[in-house]
């Protein structure tokens, strides 16, 4: 049968593992696919490296826009990342009446309603698999697997390089910076690390899977994103005396007045499957009414894993891309004419338990004035910790960690304002969420 033809931009990290996983299994994708799958032509900046990747008989560019508007081209893989020439690429593809498969999570993130707009008026699919949690075929459960199910929450270690940089931090007690490092490496970390741990690369991934979720639209500039930068040791230490571990987490959650998109250093208990997700892995949880909790593990990052992700968008579109587009999986799950206008709540909506660290005097009567502060506003505690403080000062300062049930974070945070003005406590209380992950 007639090869699919496919031309990459982008022959980097992912670009690279795409054409090596393609050329490796090209005859078991064929089988899978109903017909081969070959790269007819390539764009990369560095095109002897390009060439190295993938072999003689490839046409090689270095201007993207060639291979959108190549007229032997079916499919444009956008392997670049960013939104300037990776946004011009696809939009240029999808006008050429190409598909497109992309890993460009920022791009569907920030840019998806437009791209997906466009590509429905052309009749094209737009698929980004590899864009979510890199290997793990979420966007596939999520789009067609959980299909019955009305979603509740998606929780989600989604950012591989934070993953690895706080589990190596806690079992090697490596430093920050040299994890970070070694991310780069092994080429987890996007082209600006700060992405990656600031929370936006994850926050892009949650903002995608929230709108699969809830059939909202794409609403990246409504997630509130926090990172694991300003992250203490002393914190990890504590969470982990009371039972939990520390992750970079990702949670969308359907309320009744809207859904809550955030991502941030969260407390989940060690006992949670989710809380031993280790090192550069990813693992998404979703709650549906009909089925429960179910879990999706796998690599987030690298060459071949991601690769993994992209190949499986080139075979569905290979094998659906003569269907009429009205029977064609939706790029959001829900039919457009569905997509609900759901608001994205603010922070200060948001109802979840947290885990508060201050650093006191330890005399008496704090802890009766913290907790009646805490009562006050209508906030309850779960468990409490007192450490002596260890700055190497003996100076009669503790440190207080308390773990709180449920509560609305304007009440928290009015609270904690309250408490910081206490004569009795020193400099800021730490405040961290935590999510039980009841299934
Ligand atoms: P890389 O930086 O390794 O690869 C990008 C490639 O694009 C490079 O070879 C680069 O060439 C080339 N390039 C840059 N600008 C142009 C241009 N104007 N025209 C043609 N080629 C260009 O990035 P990754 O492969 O890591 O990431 C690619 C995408 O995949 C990003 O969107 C990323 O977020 C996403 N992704 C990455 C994962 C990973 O594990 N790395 C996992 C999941 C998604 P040169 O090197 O010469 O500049
Ligand atoms: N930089 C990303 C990560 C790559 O570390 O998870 C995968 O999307």
Redesign the pocket.
């Known amino acids: 049968m007639k090869p699919i033809h496919v031309g990459i931009?982008?022959?980097?990290?992912?670009?690279g593992g795409t054409v090596t996983v393609l050329k490796r299994n090209c005859e078991e994708i064929a089988r899978r696919a109903g017909r081969p799958i070959l790269v007819r032509a390539a764009?990369?900046?560095?095109l002897a490296?390009a060439r190295e990747l993938v072999g003689e008989g490839v046409e090689l560019t270095?201007?993207?826009l060639v291979i959108a508007r190549h007229p032997d081209i079916d499919i444009v893989v956008e392997?670049?990342?960013g939104t300037t020439?990776?946004k011009e690429v696809v939009l240029t593809a999808i006008e050429n009446g190409k598909h497109v498969v992309t890993?460009?999570?920022?791009l569907i993130a920030e840019y998806g309603n437009e791209i997906f707009a466009k590509a429905q008026e052309k009749g094209v699919m737009v698929a980004f698999e590899?864009?979510v949690a890199?290997g793990i075929p979420v966007i596939k459960a999520l789009r067609e697997g959980l299909t019955a199910n009305k979603i509740e929450w998606v929780a989600g270690i989604i950012n591989g390089t934070s993953n690895f940089i706080l589990t190596e931090m806690r079992d090697k007690g490596s430093a920050f910076a040299d994890v970070l490092k070694e991310a780069q490496r092994l080429?987890?970390a996007?082209?600006d690390p700060t992405f990656d741990i600031e929370g936006h690369d994850a926050a892009h991934k949650l903002t995608i899977m929230s709108a699969i979720a809830f059939g909202i639209p794409v609403q990246f500039d409504k997630a509130y994103l926090e990172g694991i930068s300003k992250l203490d040791a002393a914190d990890i230490k504590y969470a982990q005396e009371l039972g939990y571990r520390i992750k970079l987490l990702g949670m969308t959650r359907r309320r009744p007045n809207g859904i809550e998109l955030r991502v941030s250093p969260t407390l989940i208990p060690e006992k949670r499957l989710l809380a031993n997700v280790d090192g550069v892995m990813n693992a998404v949880v979703v709650k549906g009414d009909a089925v429960g909790a179910t879990m999706y593990y796998g690599a987030g990052?690298?060459?071949e894993p991601?690769a993994s992700s992209v190949i499986a968008d080139l075979v569905d579109i290979t094998r659906l891309h003569t269907a009429d587009p009205e029977h064609r999986v939706p790029h959001l799950a829900f039919q457009p004419s569905a997509i609900a206008n759901l608001p994205i709540l603010p922070i200060e909506e948001v109802e979840t338990c947290y885990y508060l660290r201050l650093n006191a005097q330890d005399q008496p009567g704090v802890l009766a004035d913290v907790t009646r502060i805490l009562a006050d506003g209508g906030i309850s505690v779960d468990a409490m910790l007192q450490r002596p403080f260890t700055d190497g000062a003996d100076d009669g300062r503790d440190d207080i960690a308390i773990i709180t049930h449920i509560a609305i974070e304007k009440n928290v945070n009015a609270a904690l304002a309250k408490i910081e003005a206490l004569d009795t406590v020193n400099g800021k209380v730490v405040k961290l969420r935590l999510e039980h992950l009841n299934g």
């Open positions: 931009c982008g022959v980097g990290t992912v670009g764009a990369n900046r560095d490296r270095d201007d993207a392997l670049i990342g020439i990776a890993a460009n999570k920022k590899a864009a890199g080429g987890y996007e082209a990052a690298g060459a991601t």
